[in-house]
Antibody
Framework: EVQVVESGGGLVQPGGSLRLSCVVSRFTFSSYWMSWVRQAPGKGLEWVANIRHDGSEKYYVDSVKGRFTFSTDNTKNSLYLHMNSLRVEDTAIYYC??????????????????WGKGTTVTVSS | DIQMTQSPSSLSASVGDRVTITCRASQIIRGNLNWYQQKPGQTPALLIYATSRLQSGVPSRFSGSGSGTGFTLTISGLQPEDSATYYCQQSYDVPYSFGQGTKLEIE
């Protein structure tokens, strides 16, 4: 079964750092973009970042730019979200998701088709 | 940035009903619209991608339509297990954005 599994969440003080990991299995990691999406307690979904499989392109939501960094290790089928200068408002469940792509003519349609169960980040003093 | 607005924010319906959820984008997104279902305490799951394409394994009572800036998710013949929150999401341009969600309750 195609799978993604996140880990690395925890309790951290404001200003602290965490590294989230996402390990993928049963699909060719090097063929896909990947995404991080977060969900604050009782709130909706918020896209955080995308990374191309080779790491050549990365995109972030403005609220995390300069603080979060996305990296990959294709040899381990893993990707990482390095989170620095954490704020209370970063408290959320962080989901890793595979970004699949359908091409029709000149259009590329992207969608998150495989999701992990998430890892919880709590930023609090 | 593209803003996504869903309506209604919540609704209640009965088993067997047909319900429609609407999603509007702040600019044309050329069909790059996806729908996700999230049941309480669970991970989001893809239902519909590219406006109208049914994800593998999703029941055929779910359907999507739309173009330009307006899109709909329709559930025909509601089942008790459809009780969930539904999100639309645009993947036309980064930053990707989700609608605020529609909570569907089955009476």
């Amino acid at each position: 079964e195609v799978q993604v599994v996140e880990s690395g969440g925890g309790l951290v003080q404001p200003g602290g750092s965490l590294r989230l990991s996402c390990v993928v299995s049963r699909f060719t990691f090097s063929s896909y973009w990947m995404s991080w999406v977060r969900q604050a307690p009782g709130k909706g979904l918020e896209w955080v970042a995308n990374i191309r499989h080779d790491g050549s392109e990365k995109y972030y939501v403005d609220s995390v730019k300069g603080r979060f960094t996305f990296s990959t290790d294709n040899t381990k089928n893993s990707l990482y979200l390095h989170m620095n200068s954490l704020r209370v408002e970063d408290t959320a469940i962080y989901y890793c998701a595979r970004l699949d792509e359908m091409i029709r003519g000149d259009m590329h349609y992207f969608y998150m088709d495989v999701w992990g169960k998430g890892t919880t980040v709590t930023v609090s003093s | 940035d593209i803003q996504m607005t869903q309506s209604p924010s919540s609704l209640s319906a009965s088993v067997g009903d047909r319900v429609t959820i609407t999603c509007r984008a702040s600019q044309i997104i050329r069909g790059n619209l996806n729908w996700y279902q999230q049941k309480p305490g669970q991970t989001p799951a893809l239902l519909i991608y590219a406006t109208s394409r049914l994800q593998s394994g999703v029941p055929s009572r779910f359907s999507g339509s739309g173009s330009g800036t307006g899109f709909t998710l329709t559930i025909s013949g509601l089942q008790p297990e459809d009780s969930a929150t539904y999100y639309c999401q645009q993947s036309y341009d980064v930053p990707y954005s989700f609608g605020q969600g529609t909570k569907l309750e089955i009476e």
